[in-house]
């Protein structure tokens, strides 16, 4: 998730005269982490989230996906990751743990409101959402991820290719690709994850442009 921090020019002369709203664009896990340091520097945040609650994009991950960390460095401020420390949390239990957490937080969250634009303001910032609503603050924080938007390469002969080209972003399970050749591309956390699966149900081949190697550490 990226998370991004701008004030207005006269955000802190606003501030100095009352305690200063700070609108947070996205609810995922970096939304609502700063959410909670902005209320322990004695911010009003906002959170301004465009999915049904704030548990960000994860489920809508692939159903498989588990961590690549250990839960005990998955925890947000102020409130530890449930269960065995050393253990990789699944993804239903990573969106359980956000809707836990955001029920928490002692700030206003308001779902199903997508930000439309941010614009400079006489004070700050004045933030447009779907709805034709405009919300005014001297800061606001971009942490909305990529998921909505995933990079697509173009690669060489792929107009040309007639058979099924899907993004991590859209892949669910292995249940369509059974008995079939499938092509991952990429070496990262989520290909690995994915092409093991996928491995189980089809002939999978890992592409990469340097050897691959993939280990949990102990």
């Known amino acids: 998730m990226r998370t991004h921090l701008t004030a207005g020019p006269h955000a802190l002369r606003a501030h100095g005269r009352r305690l200063a709203s700070v609108i947070v664009i996205g609810g995922g896990q970096s939304g609502l982490a700063m959410a909670y340091a902005l209320r322990e520097h004695g911010f009003r945040p906002v959170i301004l989230e465009a999915g049904k609650e704030a548990v960000g994009s994860w489920p809508r991950y692939y159903d498989s996906l588990t961590l ?57 910032f004045a933030v447009d959402t779907h709805d034709g609503a405009r919300h005014l ?71 990469t442009r340097t050897p691959a190697l993939a280990r949990r550490p102990c």
């Open 68 to 124: 690549f960390t250990p839960a005990r460095i998955n925890s947000l401020p102020g409130l530890p990751f449930p269960g065995d420390p050393h253990r990789y949390p699944a993804r239903d239990e990573v969106v359980d743990y956000l809707r836990t957490y955001a029920a928490r937080l002692d700030c206003e969250i308001r779902t199903q409101t997508r930000v439309t634009s941010v614009l400079a303001a006489e004070e700050g």
């Open 137 to 207: 603050a001297p800061f606001v924080v971009a942490a909305s991820g990529s998921f909505d938007k995933p990079h697509r390469p173009d690669l060489p002969g792929l107009a040309g290719y007639t058979g099924t080209v899907l993004h991590s972003a859209d892949y669910r399970n292995p249940a369509p690709f059974a008995g079939q050749r499938v092509v991952v591309v990429g070496a990262a956390n989520s290909a690995v994850q994915i092409a093991v699966e996928l491995a189980r149900h089809a002939r999978v081949t890992l592409a």
